[in-house]
Structures are given as C-alpha cells and as structure tokens.
C-alpha cells in the first residue's frame, strides 16, 4: 500500500531561494513538490490562485515568490514593488486560508526593519521607526505579509509563519552587472579580471560598513526547519503579534574582509583598490539570530566555504551572463 505523501507548494520555485527549498524538500521521499510556472500560474491574478488551491489539495505553502531588485530596480519602480508583493501574498495567503490550508510559511526580507535600527537587529525593532527610503515600498510590503499571516493566525486559527533572512547569495544569484547584489557582482567582477588579466580591481566605498550573508542552501534548511517546528515550541518563543522570525548566519564582516575572500576565491592576485568617494551605505546591519537558535538552528556554511561554492556554480553556468 502506497503512503500519503504530503504535497508541499513552493511559490517562486525558479528564484534562488524558491529553488534552494526545492533542492532541499526532495531530499525528503515523504514530500510531493508542486510548483507552477508564471505562464502556467500567475500569481496576481487572485481568481487563478485561488482555482490552483481548490483544486490542488495542498498541505503546505512555502512563499517565496516576491518580485525583488536592487537599489536602482527599487528607486525606479516603487509601485510596481509595493503593489506586485502585495498582490502575490494577499491571493495566497488568503486562498490558502479559504482552501483550508493549515501550514504556510511566508519569506520576508531584513530590509523590514527601520534604517536605524539598533544592532544586531532584533524581531522586536519592526515598526519602532523609519525604513530605508529606497526600498521603503518593497519593505512596507512585506512588513504587510507578516501582519496578514499573523492576521489570519488570529482570527482563524491558522499556523502561518514567517522568517526574515539576512543577505543571502549562492546558486541561481544574479550576475549581471548592472542589477546584482554585492557578493555575485564581485565574483564576476574579479573572475572578469583574472581572465583579462587586469592588475588591479576598484571596490566602491572605504571597505568599512560590516555585512552577514547567508548561503541559499542554509535559508532553505531554516526555512523547512521552522516550517516543522511543534506548534507549541513555536509558540512559546514567539508572540501573536510578533511571530516571525529572523534567519542569519549571526556572524558579519567588513566589506573589505569580503572583497578580499572573493579575490582569493577566484585566484585574483592584483592590487585592489577602495574608492571612498563612493556611498557606504548603513556602518553596519546584522540579524539577532537568537530567536532561531532557541528553535534549534544555526548556520552551517562559512563564507569562505559558500563563497568557493557559489563561484564554482558561476563557473558551470557563465555563458548565461555575458550580456
């Protein structure tokens, strides 16, 4: 006789977090993964979300679709952020509900907290001030899915959860080269260098403010971790109206620090030069993990190590980052 398998939903299965998730649920035999593709499932389209659910008997919904972009993306179209992660959470967060779905787990983003929030960064310094006004739209947005999953936790009863990551990077990271974040624009800026044979790199900024990052693989184990947490552990260290969760290696280093691994990572030998005429950015921004090392996890991949992983997987996958 055939077990039950539990059919678990992973919106934005082709992100780099989404994907990571995957990678880690098929490990589990007792898991079923469904996922949809944007043509095959718009997730803005409320009538369409909510006809997948009612038709698809599923036990568990990892959230992990966002529509997500650097400083530029963010600056340039603040209504399209605010208003396509609003529409995404809502029609699955409310489907799941009405179909009856028990267990969701919603993923957020370290930029909820104020711009000035004391360090490290504690669940509890949500909504004590002003956020950064890049990606204040972004941020209010998914402020907004914490408060609709404890919303629904409220009133119906429902175990929707979420977790907040720190700055994550690893397989399926975007190297362009215009619209990356810090660690994938790095590997490829000093890969590029090494192969033409330049002697010397320039890194924006004085190399000062200090950073964490997460490699993907880690979120994704946080995540199902958290996900499979006793209801009642998970309640007890959390609060109705503070439920979520930060995810962290709870370790960070200068940007000087990073830029130097990634050098010796890619086997960059040249002169690296700091232009401090360039913007900063926050001196420091750090995750308290300590929430989620009460729960039982913590991170298991060093930079270095993460670091030498993800520029192998750059390696394998290069030819579709030349632009």
Not at 293 to 312: A, D, H, I, P
Request: charged share 25%; proline share 4%.
């Amino acid at each position: 006789m055939n077990e039950i398998k539990k059919r678990v939903f992973v919106a934005g299965h082709k992100g780099m977090v989404g994907s990571a998730i995957v990678r880690q649920l098929e490990k589990n035999p007792d898991v079923e993964i469904v996922v949809r593709s944007r043509t095959e499932l718009d997730l803005l389209n409320q009538q369409a979300v909510a006809d997948f659910f009612n038709n698809e008997s599923i036990d568990q919904v990892y959230l992990a679709a966002a529509k997500v972009g650097g400083i530029h993306a963010n600056n340039t179209y603040p209504a399209d952020f605010i208003y396509e992660n609003l529409m995404i959470e809502c029609n699955i967060i409310h489907s799941a509900h009405v179909a009856n779905i028990q267990q969701l787990l919603f993923l957020g983003s370290s930029c909820i907290y104020p711009k000035l929030a004391e360090q490290p960064m504690s669940e509890s310094a949500l909504l004590t001030g002003t956020l950064e006004e890049t990606n204040e739209p972004y941020a209010i947005a998914k402020i907004a899915g914490i408060k609709l999953c404890e919303s629904y936790n409220r009133q119906y009863g429902r175990d929707y959860r979420s977790v907040m990551p720190t700055n994550l990077y690893g397989p399926g990271d975007n190297f362009h080269p215009e619209n990356s974040h810090v660690i994938p624009a790095l590997i490829r800026r000093f890969h590029e260098a090494k192969v033409n044979g330049d002697k010397k790199v320039v890194a924006w900024g004085s190399g000062k403010p200090m950073r964490e990052f997460l490699y993907v693989d880690d979120m994704a184990e946080a995540s199902i971790h958290v996900m499979n947490l006793d209801k009642q552990i998970y309640d007890e260290n959390t609060e109705p109206m503070l439920s979520h969760i930060n995810v962290g290696s709870g370790v960070d280093c200068t940007i000087r620090e990073l830029v130097e691994t990634v050098a010796k990572v890619v086997g960059f030998d040249g002169e690296i030069k700091f232009d401090a005429s360039k913007p900063d950015g926050a001196p420091r921004k750090l995750m308290n993990v300590s929430r989620l090392e009460r729960l039982g996890w913590c991170s298991n991949v060093e930079l270095k190590q993460g670091l030498t992983k993800n520029y192998q997987w750059f390696l394998e996958n290069q030819m579709g980052f030349r632009y």
